[in-house]
């Protein structure tokens, strides 16, 4: 199991930028892929971004240019640099992590972070 434990989530205006840090209880590169999700009020929670053990990315389509995943190894720790934010990125942020025990694929999560956007 991985403990993953949120941080940096807030009231901000639009425009404004935020930094998310997830930091994880072992080795990221020990761990599949990591990622920030995000759940809105009446809403499914959706993949925000992700970024794999290879350094491999991938962003929703309504973060691209605006949001960046990265990672510090040595703190075991994945970042989701957020700009330009808008009103509809208002939502309670999550990390994960997937990886593998033995043959079974594993998920944890973090206890998520709010994010208010005010216009």
């Known amino acids: 199991q991985v403990q993953l434990v949120e941080s940096g989530g807030g009231l901000v205006q639009a425009g404004g930028s935020l930094r998310l840090s997830c930091a994880a209880s072992?080795?990221?590169?020990?761990?599949?892929?990591m990622g920030w999700y995000r759940q809105a009020p009446g809403k499914q929670r959706e993949l925000v971004a992700a970024?794999?053990?290879?350094?491999?990315?991938n962003y929703a389509d309504s973060v691209k240019g605006r949001f960046t995943i990265s990672r510090d190894s040595a703190k075991n720790t994945v970042f989701l640099q957020m700009n330009s934010l808008k009103r509809e990125d208002t939502a309670v942020y999550y990390c994960?992590?997937?990886?593998?025990?033995?043959?079974?694929?594993?998920?944890?999560w973090g206890q998520g972070t709010q994010v208010t956007v005010s216009s």
């Open positions: 994960n992590a997937q990886y593998m025990l033995a043959v079974l694929k594993n998920e944890d």
């Open positions: 072992r080795s990221i590169f020990s761990i599949d892929t």
């Open positions: 970024i794999t053990s290879g350094g491999s990315t």
